[in-house]
């Protein structure tokens, strides 16, 4: 089987526990106001046999044995049955998988592939339909359907948000986030508030595209502190 992926870390230590494998899927469904990676969106990248991909993850098996492979993008479950079978012959080597998603894909695909990670990565990019709808094109409704999935699979789950200035950082957005993932506690292992960076932005430039956040400040450390301390609140 062929999947068509945009690029491939071999020692990545941000995309799940430990060192790992990181394939990046070409094609996305989302058009996130603050994408970081814009040459994800279309289809287009190398095209590669899944016996292919095995093979050249498995050259790294040494290193990263203790860690893993994750699969992120671009989104993943646009090419479910692709990295599905990748995932399957990853376990059958003893390697973790990690699928990290917007979870805002659906077809036949789709329970195989997440019955086959051992991990989801799940970005819930706003609390309200609307933002999500507002600034990227998806949906809440469907990430919180696969959160559901994933729960009923029994898999662990990381939650992350990027934290954007007006936008994704406030107080209330944070206990909001909190009501949200309340039905979902027992599978859910962490969440995560990342940094909006414009490390992006000369991609945006190469591609003539522009990056509609560019005069907005990055995220400091005072404002993630603030979050994590919201996040961290009794509500009892």
Known sequence: MKGIISSFQSLGTLDGPG?????????????CIYC???????????????????????????????GGVTFSGGEPLMQGAFF?????????????????????YFDGATERLVRAADLIILDIKFVTESDYKKYTGGSLEKTLA???????????VWIRQVAVKRLTDGDESVRTLK???????????KIEFLPFRKICLEKYDRMNIDFPLKNLAETDEITL????????????
């Open 19 to 31: 060192v790992r494998a990181v394939v990046f899927a070409a094609g996305c469904p989302l058009r």
């Open 36 to 66: 970081h990676n814009p040459e994800t969106w279309e289809m287009k990248g190398e095209e590669v046999e899944s016996d292919e991909l095995v093979k050249k993850i498995l050259r790294f098996k040494p290193f990263i044995k203790n």
């Open 84 to 104: 599905a079978e990748v995932a399957e012959r990853l376990k059958r080597e003893n390697l973790h998988v990690a699928l990290d998603t917007s979870g805002n």
């Open 146 to 156: 696969f959160l559901e999935l994933a729960m009923r699979e029994k898999k662990r």
């Open 179 to 189: 009501k949200i993932l309340a039905p979902y506690r027992g599978c859910i292992d």
């Open 225 to 236: 502190d603030g979050m994590n301390a919201v996040l961290a609140e009794n509500d009892c």
